[in-house]
Every structure is written in C-alpha cells, then in structure tokens.
C-alpha cells in the first residue's frame, strides 16, 4: 500500500470472460464455478448500466461500478448498443479469496482496453499486487512508487517448495475492510518500507527453508506491530504445529502459508484435523516460472 517491495505468486487457478454480442440494450451476466454451476447472475440496462435483475445487489453493484469506470477510461467502450451475454468462469471456489475481484477486473480491463491499474484505482482502490499477479504468468516482485506500479520478474524457485503449503482458513476476509483498518493503524516509516523490501529479497532468495523461515517470522513480528493484531502463529489452536503459519492477503483471512519439514502425509492430517479441508501444495497451487518458461519455448 505504501511502497514497499513483496513477492507475489501468480495462481494456477484463475478466471476467464466469454463474451458474445447481438443486437440490444442490456447485458447478462453469468458467473460460473469449477463444476460449471452458476453462483451469480445479473442483467444490466446498457444506456445507464443499471442493475434491473440479479441473484446478488452487492455483488452486481460491484461490477456495476467497476463497468461505469470503464466507460470513463475509454467513452468508446459499450458504446455500440449491442446485447452482451458474458459467461465469466471462475476456477476457483469464490469464497475462497484468491482473486474473484482482481482478476475480474483484469479481464473487464482488458474488454475495455484500458489501464488494469487505472481501473482499480478509479474504483475501489487497493495495491494492485493482485491485479499485477492476474496478469502475470510466473512470481514476481511488485511494489508502488510514487503511486504507480512497478513490477518485476523473480526467479523464486525454492529448493523447499515441497515444504510449502497454502490452507484454506475456512473465513473469506473482505479486502476493503482490510485496507480501512490497515489505513486506520499502519504507522509505517521509510525505514519500515526499506525493511519490508529487504525481506521480500530474502524471501525470493532463501537456499533452505530454516532460513525462510526466520525471514518468515521477521516479517510476521513487524507486521503485527504495526497492524496491532496478534500473530497467527501465537493462536492456541496452532500451539503444537512444528512450522511457521503466516497469513497472507488482508490479515487474518482466506489462505495461510504454512512451511513443514514434516511429511506430506502428517503435514495435510494435521490442517484436516483443525477443520481445514483445503490444502494446497506449493505445486499444486502456483504458478511457476519454469511453467510459464515452457510455455514460451512451446
């Protein structure tokens, strides 16, 4: 939010648009998940873009808003009345946080021909490290100066991978609200932000998982300081796991990473016997540099 530099992870799982046009005044909206359910739905009147029917006001409102900034980066846009049918298919669970909104408006921006950054910024706000990760196809550094973003390529290829996990929490956490409260307790000096740049580079460039780790639980402890809010990894629940615990997104919510020296097997009984059903492999779950290196060469 204030400029420091952090590593991001692109996910495998991501979301897609279908758009198909005919003559007309309205747009339908469809929302799919992974079993091919609809989840969502809404039509909208094109000459104002609002919502004359929907399963969900707040999430039609949502991209209500997020199409009438569109129209205001590029006054061509939507300006053909035609009928649009948009089948948007999610590849995810939508309560789970990975990104329904960033890649949302990483695939309306790009209907729209327009700025991703600019679209975020001229409607709800945020860092834009999710929407930099929706455009990406391999880790990545990402920071904001002087309130434009700034991204770079990683090689984060950890030897440890395999000891890296990411869980469900079981809690969706609502991103706005997390930035209200980050707004409303960081105190954050230059000093920190160089701070937390340095160890997004450590991170990046750690040769062994203890070593991960410590930079894991360096950055966990400022973190908590500055949002005034315990640590994950102090919760009683978690009091007898053998790895670090660290949220990641807005804190406190959606997905953790978990690091494990421990055994696949007794790593994922461990999180199934807290409740957690989701657990994710490093593999499983990111997208990697050698992927998308070989989809190139292809």
Not at 3 to 21: H, N, R, Y
Not at 33 to 49: C, H, R, S, T, Y
Request: hydrophobic share 35%; with cysteine.
């Amino acid at each position: 939010m204030d400029g420091a530099k952090a590593l991001a992870l692109p996910t495998k799982l991501g979301q897609s648009l279908e758009i198909t046009d005919a003559s007309g005044m309205d747009i339908f909206w469809k929302s799919y998940d992974p079993q091919g359910d609809v989840w969502f739905e809404a039509k909208f009147d094109l000459f104002n873009i609002d919502v004359t029917k929907t399963t969900d006001e707040s999430k039609a409102n949502y991209i209500k808003v997020l199409l009438e900034n569109c129209i205001r980066l590029n006054s061509d846009f939507l300006s053909k009345w035609k009928k649009y049918r948009i089948k948007a298919n999610l590849g995810f669970n939508p309560d789970w946080g990975l990104g329904s909104s960033s890649t949302m408006i990483a695939c309306l921006a790009q209907w729209a021909e327009v700025d991703p950054f600019d679209l975020l910024e001229s409607s709800f706000g945020g860092s834009g490290y999710d929407i930099a990760c929706a455009s990406s196809s391999r880790p990545i550094y990402y920071r904001k100066h002087d309130g434009h973003p700034v991204v770079e390529c990683c090689d984060f290829a950890p030897s440890f991978k395999d000891q890296l996990y990411f869980v469900y929490s079981g809690q969706k956490q609502d991103t706005i609200e997390g930035i209200a409260h980050y707004r409303e307790q960081i105190q954050a000096t230059s000093q920190d932000i160089d701070t937390f740049s340095e160890m997004a580079e450590k991170m990046a460039t750690a040769s062994k998982l203890s070593s991960f780790e410590s930079v894991l639980d360096e950055h966990d402890d400022m973190l908590s300081q500055l949002l005034r809010l315990p640590r994950m990894q102090s919760d009683e629940r978690y009091q007898d796991y053998w790895g670090r615990l660290k949220p990641l997104g807005a804190w406190g919510g959606d997905f953790f990473l978990a690091t494990s020296a421990e055994s696949d097997t007794d790593t994922r009984k461990y999180f199934a016997d807290k409740g957690h059903e989701h657990i994710f492999s490093y593999d499983e779950l990111i997208l990697s540099s050698v992927e998308s290196n070989a989809e190139e060469l292809a």
